[in-house]
């Protein structure tokens, strides 16, 4: 059976500023002394789902239906949305097939997360 393609886009909080958005992101530099308060601001205000009701969402996946896409905004600002990508690797009983990232700012402090 051919899986769906299916693209979340788990956060909309991105560090990066492109004209071309085409998900209207919440701006946040990395630069940014604040950045964890902004962060916090964000899901406070609920503009980002809690990581519970992110992980209630990955166990109501059919996950072997679907070729999934992590993206955002920028999926890794959030640091909990790691547990997103391990619960996601390890219900597909396989490793990841590849992750394509574009902000190794932000991946350099995570690499040990596969
Ligand atoms: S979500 Fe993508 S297109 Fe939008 S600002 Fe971030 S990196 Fe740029």
Redesign the pocket.
Known sequence: MQKIPLIWNIT?A?????S????N?H?LPLSSESLETELEEIKRKKVELPLEDKLKIVDNLDIEAFDIDI????PLLFRENVEIIKKLSSSVKKPLERVQY?KHLILNKEQDFM
Do not use: L, T
């Not at 991105?14 to 492109?18: E, I, S």
């Not at 993206?71 to 920028?74: A, D, L, P, R």
């Open positions: 909309q991105c560090p990066w500023n492109c071309f958005c085409c998900i992101a701006y993206s955002g905004g920028e574009r």
